[in-house]
């Protein structure tokens, strides 16, 4: 009978007793086999290359996407937040207290005439509990005194006999005007609010306006006035404090400062400027133009606390530099966003803080303390850690922060 090959599945080779296919041929030695294998393998690479054009397509549009979101990503990191600070509109409006009836003598506006101190100064300070708005606008071109309209409003007649108004007394070298509004307990139904303007006169060199109740103080817009000094400061730890500059007015040294609330708007830097907002939560949003004034050096400080500052430095290139001497110091961890893009920087910078994101700058290996360098206000021993564009420029600035700073250059 003929055997079936097929019909046993393994054998031993006798002489060494492997394991061996019970087939009398191996499959993969056949010619079918083989035939067979030719065509999967043709398929194979005809399917690799039909497949090829769309995951080069593919991948394509991947990298693309990537590159985008990458770019995306820096772009972000690298420029300034845009200002996220109330609008500016709310200039006196959100002080509340309107619709009521009762005025300070018994008129809308009450005026006052009052003669300059000594260096032609004179200084305003306001207490009380009222909220109030004052606006600072230029005085008759021919006015030699400061000119006060004052409206103070409030819906309880009985507090209007608290009211006080001191006028100074240049003769006893006084030269403050002490405005003295109404008190108001917590949880009192009472209001009360007041509305002042000053006009300044073309004599005035030396002004300050200090506030001690929640205040709105802002530069008449288009107000030309000059001045040698103007300190504004808002002592309130109410958040709604504003301090609204405008580049009409200038004064070669300038200082502005709120405990809480903000200091935003656009402020001509003639010769020295300072904003602080470092005793609270106050935040600090400012256009910095620096005034023409031949090659001078200006000074620029701000002394900030925990909350946002956001500082951009418009220089005019159709001007002559001047030198910077910027100095920005946050010492209670508020961000900082410092945007000189537009300064022709050209020098030295410190820059000391906890975490930050720069751009163009320049690292120096080996930070050396530049002894006796105090100058413009700044520290007298600043440790230059980088450089912008020429590092021989004359351009200087000193940053310290215990928390971010964004530096864009």
């Not at 080779?13 to 030719?38: H, I, N, Q, V």
């Not at 606008?137 to 006080?164: F, I």
């Not at 209001?191 to 073309?202: K, L, N, Q």
């Not at 402020?267 to 090659?295: E, N």
């Amino acid at each position: 009978m003929k055997r079936n090959p097929y019909s046993q599945l393994s054998s031993y080779d006798d002489e060494d007793c492997r394991r061996t296919s019970a087939y009398p041929y191996d499959l993969e030695d056949s010619p079918s086999a083989a035939l067979l294998d030719d065509g999967l393998l043709r398929t194979k690479h005809q399917d690799r290359r039909g497949r090829l054009p769309y995951c080069k397509a593919v991948a394509f549009v991947m990298l693309a996407c990537a590159a985008y979101i990458l770019f995306r990503v820096m772009d972000w990191g690298f420029s300034p937040e845009e200002n996220v600070l109330d609008d500016k509109t709310d200039f006196g409006t959100a002080l509340g207290c309107f619709d009521v009836p009762s005025f300070y003598l018994s008129s809308e506006v009450v005026r006052y005439a009052v003669p300059l101190g000594e260096d032609a100064a004179h200084a305003l300070d306001v207490h009380g509990d009222a909220a109030g708005s004052i606006t600072l606008a230029v005085g008759d071109a021919d006015a030699t005194e400061v000119m006060y309209e004052l409206s103070l409003r409030t819906n309880n007649t009985q507090l209007l006999d608290l009211v006080s108004v001191r006028r100074p007394q240049p003769e006893l070298g006084d030269d403050r005007m002490l405005f003295t509004t109404v008190p108001l307990s917590k949880g009192d139904t009472s209001c009360a609010r007041f509305d002042m303007v000053v006009r300044v006169p073309p004599n005035l060199k030396k002004l300050h306006v200090a506030s001690h109740s929640t205040t709105h103080v802002r530069f008449a817009p288009g107000a030309e006035i000059r001045l040698e000094t103007l300190f504004v400061t808002l002592f309130d730890m109410d958040s709604r404090n504003r301090i609204l500059p405008d580049l009409a007015l200038q004064a070669d040294a300038i200082s502005l400062e709120v405990y809480s609330g903000g200091i935003l708007g656009a402020i001509a830097v003639v010769d020295k400027a300072s904003l602080k907002t470092q005793r609270g939560d106050g935040h600090l949003h400012i256009d910095a133009h620096p005034v023409p004034r031949g090659g001078d050096p200006v000074s620029f400080s701000t002394l900030t606390g925990e909350g946002s500052t956001n500082i951009t430095w418009i220089g005019d290139s159709a001007a002559e530099h001047r030198p910077i001497r910027g100095t920005h110091i946050s010492s209670r961890g508020g961000d900082v966003r410092l945007d000189y893009r537009s300064a022709d920087f050209e020098g030295l910078v410190q820059l000391d803080s906890k975490t930050y994101s720069a751009s163009a700058l320049q690292a120096i290996e080996q930070p050396r303390v530049e002894e006796g360098s105090g100058e413009g206000g700044m520290p007298s021993d600043p440790r230059w850690t980088h450089y912008a564009g020429d590092r021989e420029g004359e351009d200087r600035l000193y940053i310290e922060s215990s928390g971010w700073t964004g530096l864009y250059i």
